[in-house]
């Protein structure tokens, strides 16, 4: 049979002619020989017949019920047993039972735990399932066993070789019933001083009625021990019993098939699960248990379920969700495993012959040939005309929109905001195509190249040249580089720079303002400095200035005294201090260790950690001061002899100083860098992708300057419009920006990292890029140039023609469906807003 087993029915008289309702009536679950074991079917409900009781079963598995399991059983069991027992004042022996032969797998070995989780000691013989025949039973050993004093007079010991039939759940079964017994006796007068050795053999057979016991007892042995006084049972201790050469037979009649007896539902003989003939597939009657899931029962919102134990077992009732659920491909792709949607491109069907390195099809999830992915952007720009970037970027051309055009028609600027600009970069984006529709290319020009499908570069970014000596394509020699002013409106002009000139000496263990006594008087913010006070004093012109003033200061000194730097207890402290009214900030702090001069060194001047402090307008205030303080009070027990000074207090000694007031932006120019100045960058041997800069113009220039236009650039000699090469940028390096040697693609590098003069240990600007720089490779010939925000820009792939390109349309390749339009109907629709004439 296969499938499940829906019904079993069950004759109420048997073949021997013996009424079995009241037994049928009370079962709440049947076991049925499955092969080499057995199946027990939960019975759901019953039904009683003149004739039969028709069960609704559970099934526990999908395993069949081979036809030779539906006749009558044949019981056939064998064993062994040869124990030896330490006992001590108990009344039974229990001898341990070893199987040789059990046809049907009744047979329970020791050691086993009963489903009440007691331990069995002994073997037994359990039978699960209604028994149909008689049982023959024999049992037969040697046994022996010391029986020590109890009282005066002890007229008789017997031991009762005991065939039992009992629930069987502890080590001790109370009131078994006993089915078959033999009486061994030994007689005994005195055995305060003498103990007896109980010795004999048994050879029982009995046969055992079919209803003597019912489905579930165990059948199993014992010796039951007794002493008696003259007919009366004394208290006597029993030990060492042993049983010898024991045998256990039980037997019965050969199986034969009898379907008056049982007979289960669906009867059918061959395999037809799964097939068009299951009536039953697919849950037509009931649900499908499934092996691998259980039944949770939580009874009335219990946390931990009130069947946990069965589950633990794995004894719980089966779920009943199917099998295909988790095995179907329509149910768990979707479920489960996922559904994926690749492809090698958007907006374009992909053959399915390609593959990735994996040997894998790129295109996955599309049927027919219509692409995986699809990807339509939302705008169209009207351009006002294409221009040529070479020699900023050689090979590509920036195409300047006047108009975004969305799909409602409405046209905005593309810098009207921060959004729009945003909405350019994202409609047409980094390496995408782009479709270029010229309006009215002049006649002759051959600007009809610039027509079709192109790669975009850069789209809402335009680029900018911040330095460069580089000002043709073709270029062999660097230009020199001018830095001037990044503005141009005159704006105050604060700037300041003070130092020291000569030796002042200080004592220790104090906080000083330091004196800058050499002022530059010939710079106009010298008037706001007060060299007896040593304070920069900010007035309401400087405040309404609208500069950022940068602040910096450095000192170079000396310790008199002989050269002992193990004496040395903490540096001074170098700090740049803003007082506001009554309150004095600190805004920078460095750590100094002078230089020593005295007996056993020379003299040392050591320069102080560089300062540097930029306070943007708002930050500093009509009658804020800003002086340079030494504290000196970390080196209170310094020992060293003072040369000049009778005393033992010690001094130090400042020199070549400076406390210096600069401005962004600047109001003056710096002289050009020359040629002969080069190179301006130098390559860090020990790596290779930092260039660094040693040029003082261009250090004192960095964030402050801008560099002038070169007159003989031919940035603009192909750009119509002229294509200013005049950055109106101040002179920095960020990371991302480009730096093209050689004025060769092939040699662009980009930055990674940037340290500023001030920040760098050398005052230097430090630059790194992306990748080691060759040493063949020309330093002096650079441009360093930079991809700014710009809505109105789209940089494409293609060379252009010289001249005017005239108007143009622009859009993604793949677009809404409302702007799969003509050029035609874009023209009348700007025209209608009169934004075209």
């Not at 009995?206 to 003597?212: F, L």
């Not at 801008?706 to 390096?733: H, N, Y």
């Amino acid at each position: 049979m296969a499938g499940d087993l829906l019904y079993i029915k069950v004759a109420r008289t048997d073949g021997n002619g013996n009424d079995l309702t009241d037994t049928l009536e009370t079962l709440s679950n049947i076991t049925l020989p499955s092969g080499s074991s057995f199946n027990t079917y939960t019975i759901n409900s019953a039904t009683r017949t003149n004739d039969y009781y028709l069960y609704y079963v559970t099934a526990p598995d999908r395993k069949d019920i081979d036809n030779v399991d539906k006749s009558d059983l044949l019981y056939s069991f064998s064993g062994s047993y040869n124990t030896n027992i330490s006992l001590n004042n108990i009344n039974s022996l229990l001898p341990i039972v070893t199987s040789s032969v059990d046809n049907l797998n009744f047979f329970i070995p020791a050691g086993t735990t009963s489903s009440l989780g007691y331990p069995r000691n002994i073997g037994s013989y359990k039978i699960p399932t209604l028994p149909n025949k008689n049982l023959d039973i024999r049992i037969s050993s040697s046994i022996q066993f010391l029986v020590e004093g109890s009282r005066s007079t002890t007229t008789d010991v017997t031991a009762s070789i005991r065939i039992l039939s009992t629930p069987f759940v502890t080590n001790n079964p109370q009131n078994p019933t006993v089915l078959a017994e033999q009486v061994l006796t030994q007689s005994a007068q005195d055995l305060d001083g003498t103990d007896l050795l109980f010795t004999g053999s048994y050879d029982l057979s009995t046969t055992v009625n079919r209803g003597s016991f019912i489905p579930g007892h165990y059948i199993y042995l014992d010796a039951k021990v007794t002493a008696r006084n003259s007919g009366v049972n004394v208290p006597t201790f029993f030990n060492d019993g042993k049983f010898t050469n024991g045998i256990i037979e039980i037997t019965s009649s050969a199986a034969i098939n009898n379907f008056k007896t049982i007979v289960i539902e669906p009867f059918l003989t061959s395999p037809f699960e799964g097939t068009d003939c299951d009536v039953l597939y697919g849950n037509a009657s009931q649900p499908v248990f499934n092996p691998f899931l259980q039944d949770i029962d939580y009874g009335n919102g219990q946390i931990i379920p009130i069947n946990n134990e069965a589950i633990i077992s794995g004894s719980a009732t089966k779920g009943t969700v199917p099998e295909s659920y988790y095995t179907a491909l329509s149910s768990v792709i979707l479920k489960y495993n996922g559904s994926k949607i690749q492809s090698q491109k958007y907006n374009i069907f992909t053959e399915p012959l390609e593959k990735t390195d994996f040997d894998q099809p790129f295109n996955i999830g599309t049927y027919g040939r219509t692409p995986s992915i699809s990807v339509n952007q939302s705008l169209v720009g009207f351009v006002n005309f294409i221009r040529d970037l070479t020699p900023l970027i050689d090979g590509v051309v920036q195409a300047e929109i006047k108009y975004l055009i969305n799909s409602q028609g409405d046209a905005v600027s593309p810098n009207l905001s921060d959004i729009t600009i945003l909405d350019s970069q994202h409609n047409f984006t980094d390496g995408g195509d782009l479709e270029v529709s010229l309006i009215e290319p002049p006649s002759g020009s051959g600007m009809q190249v610039l027509n079709g499908i192109k790669r975009i570069l850069k789209g809402g970014y335009r680029v900018e040249p911040i330095l460069f000596t580089q000002v043709v394509a073709n270029q062999s020699q660097p230009e020199s580089i001018i830095f001037e002013t990044s503005i141009s409106n005159p704006v105050q002009d604060l700037r300041n720079e003070v130092s020291l000139d000569n030796i002042i000496t200080y004592n220790f263990n104090t906080i000083t303002t330091v004196l800058f006594n050499n002022v530059q008087t010939t710079l106009p913010g010298s008037a706001l400095y007060n060299s007896a006070t040593g304070k920069y004093t900010i007035n309401a012109t400087a405040e309404a200035s609208g500069v950022t003033l940068v602040m910096s200061t450095q000192i170079r000194g000396y310790m008199d005294g002989p050269y002992a730097p193990s004496n040395v207890i903490g540096p001074a402290k170098v700090s740049l201090v803003q007082k506001r009214g009554s309150v004095e900030t600190k805004l920078q702090t460095v750590d100094w260790n002078p230089g020593f001069i005295g007996i056993s060194d020379p003299a040392t001047n050591e320069y102080s950690p560089l300062i540097n402090i930029a306070l943007e307008s708002g930050q500093y205030l009509d009658g804020d001061e800003y002086f340079v303080t030494m504290d000196t009070t970390n080196f209170t027990s310094y020992l060293y002899k003072v040369i000049t000074i009778v005393s033992l207090s010690t001094q130090y000694g400042t020199s070549d100083g400076n406390f210096d007031i600069s401005q962004i932006p600047s109001t003056v120019n710096i002289s050009p860098v020359p040629a002969a100045a080069m190179p301006i960058w130098g390559v860090d041997s020990s790596n290779r992708t930092i260039i660094t800069s040693s040029i003082i113009e261009i250090n004192q220039s960095y964030g402050f300057l801008k560099q002038k236009r070169i007159i003989s650039s031919s940035f603009t000699a192909s750009g119509t419009p002229a294509l200013t090469d005049e950055t109106q940028q101040l002179f920095t390096v960020k990371p991302g920006d480009e730096i093209k040697f050689e004025g060769q693609e092939s040699k662009v590098f980009t930055v990674v990292n940037v340290q500023s003069p001030s920040q760098s240990p050398t005052s230097e600007l430090l630059v790194e890029l992306d990748r080691e720089v060759s040493p063949a490779i020309d330093l002096n010939l650079f441009l360093l140039r930079r991809f700014e925000p710009d809505g109105s820009s789209v940089i494409f792939n293609q060379i252009k023609p010289p001249g005017p390109s005239g108007t143009a349309f622009i859009k993604p390749r793949f677009t809404t469906e409302a702007l799969n339009k003509d050029v035609d109907q874009f023209i009348q629709d700007l025209k209608s807003k009169n934004l075209l004439t």
